[in-house]
């Protein structure tokens, strides 16, 4: 676990959150030194995404106003976090006779509040010491839903490093009757990159003349099965190398859409349609096909995985996660697929020093009820986050929604509003199922990472507000 370090906060905006430098800790909302990595190059207006897999509720959520982006900082200086003060604070899964009292006597009524069904378990860690505070259940292996996002960006941080791009290329045949439009695993990619790709592809083609070409796709990266377990769904696309804008047929930039049944194809045919654009004379339908042995004539890259990991934890990016699996994958050597995607994402986290023992990753996302992921497990991973020695991990804790402001915490926190700002947290929605894991810091100004796990919940409207009054806790909490 990371040793004892200093921490310091400030606030620059009303949108709170956390982010890391080399020996503090920032809390500035949702940005990182005044803007979140992942929007440098673009403002996103938070929204609520993420799965749904629940009907809506009667009652319509109360409009919350948009914080104001030039809003005074509110929260003081972190405190060097020094030695424990209180109760002990060891090893304390399962052990009542161990958990700090004061963390006890808040949290267990909450944890037995019957919102939250009959399996429930719990992880509370100091980030800073890496000492747990509080366990219930805490290595107990449960469905994680989208929190085991989580695992997924941080073995692909991990594999790949912050600054990876994803590539998507367009390559000529030696004849140069063919180009082969090669799909590398970018669920972002655009109409404009995909027709900023035609433009450069037509340059490159210039000096050859102006012979007809064939075009070819080939999303020969992926293997194994494309449709997710849970179906066609419109919470994720059939799971190819090559798609456009994640497959999605209408204007949502995030959350459950309507989705092609074939996103490479259409890929691939609008390229088709950007090429003739640019004067390129396009003969004949796009079919399947593979990439001949030379260099491409032009390439598009995505958006750092740092800036991708923001994305896939902000909005629970399904697509995304899914992407970011069988980059871990290819990273290790095996199969881009449901399977090698999570033997790569166990065996990155084993590297790391993380529990895995029981744990499954069925899939990136979290849709498959197969997955299994303890409490301890997310904590742990949230304190290598914050650890200074790790940085490339530090997208892990940018990326987390904040509580009553942006992402899927965007309209959470109306029954806890003592949480609102101060929470960061990943979000996990099945029917049954609902989790809740990030960050939160207490009053005495030390940075807690927190895990809860609830099965078989009789509903999201019920178990949801349980879990925001559970983190929410935690920031009026002095757990020393």
């Given at each position: 676990?990371?040793?004892?370090?200093?921490?310091?906060?400030?606030?620059?905006?009303?949108?709170?959150?956390?982010?890391?430098?080399?020996?503090?800790?920032?809390?500035?909302?949702?940005?990182?030194?005044?803007?979140?990595?992942?929007?440098?190059?673009?403002?996103?207006?938070?929204?609520?995404?993420?799965?749904?897999?629940?009907?809506?509720?009667?009652?319509?959520?109360?409009?919350?106003?948009?914080?104001?982006?030039?809003?005074?900082?509110?929260l003081?200086?972190?405190?060097?976090?020094g030695?424990?003060?209180?109760?002990?604070?060891?090893?304390?899964?399962?052990?009542?006779?161990?958990?700090?009292?004061?963390?006890?006597?808040?949290?267990?009524?909450?944890?037995?509040?019957?919102?939250?069904?009959?399996?429930r378990?719990?992880?509370?860690?100091?980030?800073?010491?890496?000492?747990?505070?509080?366990?219930?259940?805490?290595?107990?292996p449960?469905?994680?839903?989208?929190?085991?996002?989580?695992?997924?960006?941080?073995?692909?941080?991990?594999?790949?490093?912050?600054?990876?791009?994803?590539?998507?290329?367009?390559?000529?045949?030696?004849?140069?009757?063919?180009?082969?439009?090669?799909?590398?695993?970018?669920?972002?990619?655009?109409?404009?990159?995909?027709?900023?790709l035609?433009?450069?592809?037509?340059?490159?083609?210039?000096?050859?003349?102006?012979?007809?070409?064939?075009?070819?796709?080939?999303?020969?990266?992926?293997?194994?099965?494309?449709?997710?377990?849970?179906?066609p769904?419109?919470?994720?696309?059939?799971?190819?190398?090559?798609?456009?804008?994640?497959?999605?047929?209408?204007?949502?930039?995030?959350?459950?859409?309507?989705?092609?049944?074939?996103?490479?194809?259409?890929?691939?045919?609008?390229?088709?349609?950007?090429?003739?654009?640019?004067?390129?004379?396009?003969?004949?339908?796009?079919?399947?096909?593979?990439?001949?042995?030379?260099?491409?004539?032009?390439?598009?890259?995505?958006?750092?995985?740092?800036?991708?990991?923001?994305?896939?934890?902000?909005?629970?990016?399904?697509?995304?996660?899914?992407?970011?699996?069988?980059?871990?994958?290819?990273?290790?050597?095996?199969?881009?697929?449901?399977?090698?995607?999570?033997?790569?994402?166990?065996?990155?986290?084993?590297?790391?020093?993380?529990?895995?023992?029981?744990?499954?990753?069925?899939?990136?996302?979290?849709?498959?009820?197969n997955?299994?992921?303890?409490?301890?497990?997310l904590?742990?991973?949230?304190t290598?986050?914050?650890?200074?020695?790790?940085?490339?991990?530090?997208?892990?804790?940018?990326?987390?929604?904040?509580?009553?402001?942006?992402?899927?915490?965007?309209?959470?926190?109306?029954?806890?509003?003592?949480?609102?700002?101060?929470?960061?947290?990943?979000?996990?929605?099945?029917?049954?199922?609902?989790?809740?894991?990030?960050?939160?810091?207490?009053?005495?100004?030390r940075?807690?990472?927190?895990?809860?796990?609830?099965?078989?919940?009789?509903?999201?409207?019920q178990?949801?507000?349980?879990?925001?009054?559970?983190s929410?806790?935690?920031?009026?909490?002095?757990?020393?």
């Open positions: 676990m990371p040793e004892p370090r200093t921490w310091q906060l400030t606030a620059g905006s009303a949108a709170l959150g956390l982010a890391l430098a080399a020996a503090a800790v920032t809390a500035a909302g949702p940005w990182d030194s005044g803007q979140r990595t992942a929007e440098r190059a673009r403002a996103a207006a938070p929204a609520a995404g993420g799965t749904r897999h629940a009907p809506p509720p009667a009652p319509a959520a109360p409009h919350r106003p948009e914080p104001a982006p030039s809003a005074p900082g509110v003081t200086a972190l405190r060097p976090a030695p424990p003060t209180g109760p002990s604070t060891g090893p304390v899964d399962g052990d009542p006779g161990k958990r700090p009292a004061d963390l006890a006597a808040v949290l267990v009524p909450l944890l037995a509040d019957p919102g939250l069904g009959p399996l378990t719990a992880s509370v860690v100091d980030a800073a010491t890496g000492r747990q505070l509080y366990g219930e259940g805490a290595t107990t449960m469905t994680p839903a989208s929190t085991v996002k989580i695992a997924t960006t941080a073995a692909a941080l991990s594999a790949l490093g912050p600054d990876h791009r994803i590539a998507t290329t367009v390559t000529a045949a030696p004849d140069g009757k063919t180009l082969t439009l090669t799909g590398g695993g970018d669920p972002t990619l655009d109409a404009n990159r995909l027709k900023a035609a433009t450069a592809t037509a340059r490159a083609l210039e000096t050859r003349g102006h012979a007809p070409v064939r075009l070819a796709y080939d999303t020969g990266l992926y293997t194994g099965p494309a449709v997710h377990p849970i179906g769904n419109e919470n994720i696309a059939p799971v190819t190398a090559l798609m456009t804008r994640a497959g999605r047929l209408d204007g949502s930039p995030d959350g459950p859409a309507p989705r092609s049944a074939d996103p490479a194809r259409d890929t691939a045919t609008a390229f088709a349609g950007l090429l003739a654009d640019a004067g390129v004379d396009v003969t004949g339908d796009p079919a399947p096909g593979r990439t001949p042995k030379a260099a491409p004539l032009a390439r598009t890259h995505s958006a750092p995985l740092a800036d991708l990991v923001e994305r896939t934890l902000t909005h629970s990016d399904n697509d995304l996660a899914e992407a970011l699996a069988r980059q871990t994958a290819l990273a290790h050597g095996l199969p881009a697929s449901f399977d090698g995607a999570g033997k790569a994402v166990r065996a990155e986290l084993a590297a790391l020093g993380l529990p895995v023992a029981g744990t499954r990753f069925a899939d990136g996302s979290g849709l498959d009820r997955d299994r992921v303890s409490a301890a497990l904590t742990g991973l949230l290598r986050a914050a650890d200074p020695a790790r940085p490339a991990l530090r997208p892990l804790l940018t990326g987390l929604p904040v509580g009553g402001f942006t992402g899927t915490l965007a309209d959470r926190f109306d029954t806890a509003p003592a949480g609102a700002g101060l929470v960061r947290a990943k979000t996990g929605t099945l029917t049954g199922v609902n989790t809740l894991a990030g960050t939160v810091v207490t009053p005495d100004g940075l807690l990472a927190f895990a809860f796990l609830a099965g078989r919940t009789p509903s999201p409207y178990a949801q507000p349980v879990l925001d009054r559970l929410a806790a935690l920031a009026g909490q002095d757990p020393a």
